[in-house]
């Protein structure tokens, strides 16, 4: 009938059970955390190059120098007064 039988003695014992994980250092701690971080940064990273091939540097030149050309040779000449 304590102080753990109030509303925050349940929130102290999840509190003190993080701490425990993340002040520990046993292997398996350690390893959960690196896992769990790697997964927070991973996932975006991965949505985000998922449907994109990566092009050399030479593929964009030419892909730009396609562009500039067909943007050149379309664009009407400029009329001289």
Not at 7 to 27: A, D, P, T
Not at 54 to 81: G, T, W
Request: overall charge positive; glycine content about 12%.
């Amino acid at each position: 009938m304590g102080s753990e039988s109030s509303n925050g003695g349940s929130v102290g014992g999840f509190r003190s059970r993080i701490e425990h994980y993340l002040y520990s250092g046993e292997k398996k701690h350690v390893f959960a955390g690196i896992a769990i971080i790697g997964i927070i940064f991973g996932a975006p990273w991965f949505l985000m190059n998922k449907g994109s091939k990566h092009q050399s540097h030479q593929d964009y030149m030419e892909k730009a120098d396609k562009a500039r050309n067909e943007r050149l040779s379309s664009s009407p000449s400029p009329s001289v007064k």
